[in-house]
């Protein structure tokens, strides 16, 4: 299993950091989005891989470490807060430029033609 | 009071709530007044913390109660407080120069305001590195929102960058916090401070690997050489009370690399003992020059204004790779001067490009200006300030600075350094100056009057930076102890 998760987190990493060096938008915010999966798995298994044990003490004979649990839950809120701001951006973005190129040098065109 | 430690987060959350509320939303006066007042209650308490916490031992305030090392914590000794300070302090400064117009040119510019002010004490006061993670994210969202205040395309496009740049920070922020986790098993940092010292050697890897993440993120705000390309652009580019203000979001970099690179990689950390210091070292230099560069190189007001801040930035990033206690603590009181006299340029160059028309900050000859003696005298201060003349205080922290490296065989690099970017920076002040002031064409431009909320903030800061020079010994003598409190505090937890 460990092998398993550790194949996934690599390639969802791999996956985020090709889309995060295209260079539109939208490629951009799957590549983020896809890295912050990996991140949030990989904080996930940081207490250690148990199968089988419940997260509340006594409920099982083995129990899992509680705080990846809590914490993968805040870094989830947050990646998900700040990847909608990052869409709202783009659209925005997108409007204001013409084009949705995260780096171009051409100049705007009014209204995206 | 033991209470006051976590009162400089909980106060600027309540006021941005209200601030967001019907009655106080609406009319721009009551908006204005109400931020007024409470960021001078916010620096009323900063003040009164400073100084119930200066010559005491470290007070560790506990979220909930429970014992640590478990459970989240506030940390408030000198060296957070002494942020704290320096950033509310530059937060009344700038609620203070917003109201001259800069609030009114997109929505919400004083709740974001309060909100960055409170993830900043916030990202200041914590004890447990998760939860500077937490704070660093109620930082960034705030500055994003402020980044965007008043639309425009350029703007747009640098936030964008801007964002998208963090956002890949914070990604391995989480990545070093998971790892350091599975590593030592706490997020108390006193206490991961302990633990590193009873790592196993095959261990060993993996932390230095999450340490080499951390430092990507922190080097990252702080604007590091090869990290620092955002920098420019988006400063350039923001709106000029929100650049001002950003002046110390390269100081939260600093700061938590002081605080987490001297906790957990500190003299007891065996093996992993002085981790970056040689990468912090050289890149602070490099950075240095790279930014003396920039100064040599500056075209507009804000663009001298940004390579200025960078150049801060390098200074105090070598200072700290020096790994010198008294070095570390002249960088201290070189970061409250550059933050205050950084904040000062962006605010100066915009009152100077509302007088000039169409050239606006641009370094060519321009009308004449209506208020030429004031806004003169202001910048040659200001210009005399940043240069580090004597008596103002960028003189005290740059002669502490040398003072100290001296007496290390390799610390003339950065005294050469030092000494070099000060005279890139006298040359470029002068010229900019006597084109602005003295070339000017005939023709007089009629102007809008300067604004007396603008103008007071400038005079607001550099008068406190006056305030470094005439309380000298006592800030010499605090910033001294802050640093040697930070190396104690690891002896501080059982």
Redesign the interface.
Same mark, same amino acid.
Do not use: N
């Given at each position: 299993m460990e092998l398993f998760i550790a194949i996934s987190i690599g390639l969802l990493t791999g996956c985020g950091v090709l889309l /995060?060096l295209r260079g539109r938008?939208f490629a951009?915010m799957l590549g983020?989005t896809m890295?912050?999966y990996a991140?949030n798995l990989? +904080?996930f298994i940081?207490?250690?891989l148990t199968a089988g044990a419940g997260a509340v003490l006594g409920a099982s004979a083995q129990y899992a470490d509680p /705080?990846?649990q809590a914490?993968v839950l %805040? &870094?989830i809120v +947050?990646?998900f &807060?700040? %990847?909608a701001?990052?869409v709202v951006? &783009?659209i925005?973005?997108r409007a204001?430029?013409g084009h949705d190129e995260?780096?171009s040098q051409r100049p &705007?065109s009014r209204g995206g033609q | 009071m033991q209470h006051l430690v976590i009162l400089p987060i909980l106060m600027p959350t309540l006021f941005a709530v209200l601030l967001l509320l019907q009655p106080l939303s609406g009319a721009v006066r009551t908006r204005r007044w109400l931020s007024l007042f409470a960021m001078l209650v916010n620096f009323l308490v900063a003040s009164l913390l400073l100084w119930q916490q200066t010559n005491v031992p470290a007070q560790h305030y506990l979220l909930g109660n429970w014992a640590e090392p478990f459970g989240i914590l506030l940390v408030a000794d000198q060296l957070s407080v002494f942020f704290v300070w320096l950033t509310t302090l530059l937060s009344l400064a700038i609620a203070l120069h917003s109201c001259g117009g800069d609030d009114e040119k997109g929505s919400y510019f004083h709740p974001l305001l309060h909100f960055l002010l409170m993830g900043l004490n916030g990202a200041f006061l914590t004890g447990d590195l998760?939860n500077l993670f *937490?704070f660093f994210?109620v930082l960034l969202?705030s500055s994003?929102g402020l980044m *965007?205040h008043g639309?425009?395309?350029k703007r747009?496009?640098a !936030?964008?960058?801007y *964002?998208?740049l963090n #956002?890949?920070g914070? =990604?391995l922020f #989480?990545?070093a916090? !998971? #790892?350091l986790? =599975?590593m030592l098993g706490s #997020?108390h940092m006193a206490d991961m401070a302990q633990r590193i010292t009873m790592l196993q050697p095959a261990q060993l890897l993996a932390v230095q690997a999450a340490a080499g993440l951390l430092l990507i993120v922190f080097g990252l705000k702080a604007a590091l050489l090869p990290l620092h390309f955002w920098l420019p652009a988006a400063y350039a580019h923001a709106n000029p009370s929100v650049a001002a203000m950003f002046a110390v979001m390269t100081k939260v970099g600093v700061y938590s690399l002081i605080r987490v690179f001297g906790l957990l990689f500190g003299a007891s950390a065996g093996a992993l003992s002085g981790y970056g210091e040689t990468l912090l070292w050289w890149g602070g230099l490099i950075t240095m020059l790279l930014a003396t560069v920039m100064v040599l190189a500056a075209v507009d007001l804000k663009r001298l204004a940004a390579a200025l801040v960078l150049l801060s930035a390098g200074t105090l990033l070598a200072a700290l790779g020096s790994g010198d206690a008294q070095v570390k603590a002249a960088a201290l009181l070189y970061a409250i001067h550059s933050s205050w006299i950084g904040a000062v340029w962006y605010l100066l160059s915009d009152q100077i490009a509302r007088q000039r028309g169409g050239v606006g900050d641009r370094l060519v000859p321009g009308p004449k200006m209506q208020h030429a003696p004031l806004l003169g005298w202001l910048f040659a201060l200001s210009a005399l300030v940043v240069i580090g003349m004597p008596p103002f205080s960028g003189f005290v922290a740059k002669l502490w600075l040398i003072q100290g490296l001296s007496t290390l065989e390799h610390g003339m690099v950065l005294v050469v350094m030092l000494l070099l970017s000060s005279l890139a920076v006298l040359v470029t002040m002068s010229r900019a100056g006597s084109v602005l002031f003295w070339r000017a064409l005939p023709h007089t431009k009629t102007a809008p009057a300067l604004n007396t909320a603008s103008l007071s903030a400038i005079v607001l800061l550099l008068v406190s930076g006056v305030g470094l020079v005439v309380f000298g010994q006592w800030w010499t003598q605090f910033c001294a102890d802050a640093i040697a409190q930070l190396q104690v505090a690891l002896g501080g937890l059982k």
């Open positions: /995060l938008t951009v983020l890295l912050s991140v990989f +904080i940081s207490g250690g /705080l990846p914490l %805040t &870094a +947050i990646g &807060a700040m %990847t701001f990052l951006l &783009a925005r973005s204001e430029l995260v780096d &705007a | 998760f *937490v994210e969202i994003y *965007v639309g425009g395309k747009i496009q !936030a964008l960058h *964002v998208i #956002l890949v914070s =990604a #989480l990545l916090l !998971a #790892l986790y =599975a #997020l």
